[in-house]
């Protein structure tokens, strides 16, 4: 058994659930059993919640939600759980201010990420800026959320936090794009002293030709994990089928100190859509992760997704399980190895 050991927080009531028999005894993911654990129609006006992202906070949790209004049009929903599996959802979505504190509303806004740096919780998310692109916003209390100014040019998507300043910076994940359903895309690193100036980018991995499942594009999901081998990232990866795109979960782990820099990457998918409602739903075919809650002393991790644009699905491993298993199942180009700076 590996000694790889999480870095963080002692998360004690963290979500959990034993390897349930129907995980076959190879595979590193494990999904719950009672999945999906949030329905479609989970509030009035609102027809579907995926792609979402929860938090520990104050002995609970607290999540943003992807909500899929009844007119077709996404906005974050704030949720309140107590053990991060049943959860309550604020009937009014969001509402986002300026820093002067007057309300500064993006058009939409879906795929939210939450990440605690310090003592601010920043949520980032798709918006329009003249074609999709990264919203941002902070908040210290989850009653007032301050949107910073659009960080990012048009186009881009999944943006994710690092959950700490690596050399005194703060440091995120991008994936540029176009604005329609993007058919091409690789992980990008950016930089910045502040949250508002973001710059020296670099290549972080590319869709991967040789590995099907992932040949189209890649995009970033969960915030990176701290762990004693490097940062562990759990990402979305995309094939094209005669029937459209599939999206599945792959596995990597970047260098702590230059995380542009891939030590291993897992060739096989970590989960790919099996179940009925990753296979069936408003989007079929898809597992999408935004979030982990993860606890340094049991080393165990769960795995927040969005399933088939409808359903949240939560899966689990451990952090020796899914290390040793994108360690053996690594393969690495020159490009993932480099530091992305041409
Ligand atoms: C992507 C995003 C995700 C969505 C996925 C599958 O482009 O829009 O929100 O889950 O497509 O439809």
Same mark, same amino acid.
């Given at each position: 058994?590996?000694?790889? @050991?999480?870095?963080?927080?002692?998360?004690?009531?963290?979500?959990?659930?034993?390897?349930?028999?129907?995980?076959?005894?190879?595979?590193? %993911?494990?999904?719950?059993?009672?999945?999906?654990?949030?329905?479609?129609?989970?509030?009035? $006006?609102?027809?579907?919640?995926?792609?979402?992202?929860?938090?520990?906070?104050?002995?609970?949790?607290?999540?943003?939600?992807?909500? !899929?209004? +009844?007119?077709?049009?996404?906005?974050?929903?704030?949720?309140?759980?107590?053990?991060?599996?049943?959860?309550?959802?604020?009937?009014?979505?969001?509402?986002?201010?300026? !820093?002067?504190?007057?309300?500064?509303?993006?058009?939409?806004?879906?795929?939210? #990420?939450?990440? @605690?740096?310090?003592?601010?919780?920043?949520?980032?998310?798709?918006?329009?800026?003249?074609?999709?692109?990264?919203?941002?916003?902070?908040?210290?209390?989850?009653?007032?959320?301050?949107?910073?100014?659009?960080?990012?040019?048009?186009?881009?998507?999944?943006?994710?936090?690092?959950?700490?300043?690596?050399?005194?910076?703060?440091?995120? %994940?991008? #994936?540029?794009?176009?604005?329609?359903?993007?058919?091409?895309?690789?992980?990008?690193?950016?930089?910045?002293?502040?949250?508002?100036?973001?710059?020296?980018?670099?290549?972080?991995?590319?869709?991967?030709?040789?590995?099907?499942?992932?040949?189209?594009?890649?995009?970033?999901?969960?915030?990176?994990?701290?762990?004693?081998?490097?940062?562990? %990232?759990?990402?979305? $990866?995309?094939?094209?089928?005669?029937?459209?795109?599939?999206?599945?979960?792959?596995?990597?782990? %970047?260098?702590?100190?230059?995380?542009?820099?891939?030590?291993?990457?897992?060739?096989?998918?970590?989960?790919?859509?099996? @179940?009925?409602?990753?296979?069936?739903?408003?989007?079929?075919?898809?597992?999408?992760?935004?979030?982990?809650?993860?606890?340094?002393?049991?080393?165990?991790?769960?795995?927040?997704?969005?399933?088939?644009?409808?359903?949240?699905?939560?899966?689990?491993?451990?952090?020796?399980?899914? +290390?040793?298993?994108? @360690?053996?199942?690594?393969?690495?180009?020159?490009?993932? +190895?480099?530091?992305?700076?041409?």
């Amino acid at each position: 058994m590996s000694e790889v @050991k999480i870095i963080g927080s002692h998360v004690k009531n963290m979500p959990w659930q034993e390897r349930t028999d129907e995980a076959k005894k190879w595979q590193p %993911l494990w999904r719950y059993d009672q999945n999906p654990i949030i329905e479609r129609n989970p509030l009035e $006006g609102v027809a579907r919640i995926f792609n979402s992202a929860v938090i520990p906070y104050q002995d609970a949790f607290i999540g943003v939600f992807r909500g !899929e209004q +009844t007119d077709g049009v996404p906005f974050i929903y704030l949720g309140h759980s107590k053990d991060a599996i049943h959860w309550e959802f604020e009937r009014e979505k969001i509402q986002f201010t300026d !820093e002067n504190g007057e309300p500064f509303m993006p058009v939409y806004a879906y795929d939210p #990420r939450l990440v @605690k740096v310090e003592d601010t919780y920043y949520i980032m998310w798709c918006q329009d800026c003249y074609g999709a692109s990264i919203g941002m916003a902070w908040t210290q209390d989850f009653k007032t959320f301050t949107r910073i100014e659009n960080p990012f040019l048009p186009f881009n998507r999944n943006a994710v936090l690092f959950p700490r300043k690596i050399g005194g910076k703060f440091v995120m %994940l991008s #994936r540029p794009s176009d604005s329609g359903h993007t058919p091409f895309g690789d992980i990008f690193l950016s930089e910045s002293p502040d949250m508002i100036y973001w710059g020296k980018h670099r290549h972080v991995m590319g869709k991967a030709g040789d590995c099907w499942w992932e040949n189209v594009k890649i995009g970033g999901g969960a915030a990176p994990i701290e762990t004693t081998e490097g940062w562990l %990232l759990f990402y979305h $990866g995309v094939t094209g089928t005669c029937n459209g795109f599939v999206y599945s979960i792959g596995g990597a782990i %970047l260098d702590i100190d230059n995380p542009s820099i891939v030590k291993y990457r897992c060739r096989d998918f970590l989960l790919t859509p099996e @179940k009925w409602y990753e296979e069936r739903g408003f989007v079929p075919n898809v597992t999408f992760p935004c979030a982990t809650i993860h606890d340094s002393v049991s080393g165990r991790i769960a795995i927040y997704y969005g399933a088939a644009d409808t359903y949240v699905g939560l899966a689990f491993t451990t952090v020796e399980e899914v +290390t040793a298993y994108i @360690k053996e199942h690594s393969q690495v180009t020159e490009s993932d +190895t480099e530091p992305g700076l041409h």
